[in-house]
């Protein structure tokens, strides 16, 4: 697939098209993290970037498709977390210098749970020291730019990092899609 078009896949379609053998866990995690290096350097969307181990765990997820083995939800799917998720072997800043130098030992639950459906992590994305407050300045990067605006959505994904998102995760494992919304919103 080209690049534009691997761009513009949603979570669902890159799992689906992984789950189908038309995409390749390794040809997703590689543009996924060429697109970083790309532009990051614009958007500071993310505190760390992990091209290697995101690497080696896409092969680990072609050689398991490969085998014919039982597969999660999200078998081969590039994700961020957020920085103050920890992730076993990652450091874990939260945005602050006060935690620069933690490395994860273990995985928190959300990231257990992640790994368990086969996603694979390509780094922690950015976000505000320790969580506290609402502007895009972080004491790690100089700022955090999502196209000019103050925006809910995480950098990554709002600036097109990532094409896929964990909001977009929950709708599919409900086995809904986002138009589906409305649904829960009546309530």
């Not at 999660?72 to 210098?97: C, E, F, M, N, Y």
């Amino acid at each position: 697939m080209r690049s534009d078009e691997l761009d513009a896949l949603t979570l669902v379609d890159a799992a689906r098209r992984i789950r189908e053998r038309r995409l390749s866990p390794i040809e997703l995690t590689e543009a996924v993290l060429e697109r970083i290096a790309r532009l990051d350097r614009e958007v500071h969307a993310f505190i760390t970037v992990t091209p290697e181990q995101a690497l080696a765990d896409a092969a680990g997820a072609e050689s398991v498709l490969a085998s014919g083995r039982e597969t999660g939800l999200l078998h081969g799917v590039p994700i961020s977390l957020k920085d103050l998720i920890d992730v076993r072997g990652t450091r874990t800043t939260a945005g602050s210098k006060v935690f620069a130098g933690g490395t994860a030992t273990a995985d928190a639950t959300v990231a257990r749970k992640l790994r368990a459906a086969g996603a694979i992590f390509v780094g922690k994305a950015n976000m505000h020291e320790c969580a506290y407050g609402v502007t895009l300045r972080t004491f790690i990067t100089v700022r955090c730019v999502i196209r000019g605006t103050l925006n809910a959505l995480p950098a990554a994904r709002a600036a097109d990092r990532l094409p896929r998102s964990y909001s977009e995760w929950l709708w599919a494992r409900w086995g809904r899609t986002p138009a589906d919304r409305s649904v829960f919103q009546q309530r």
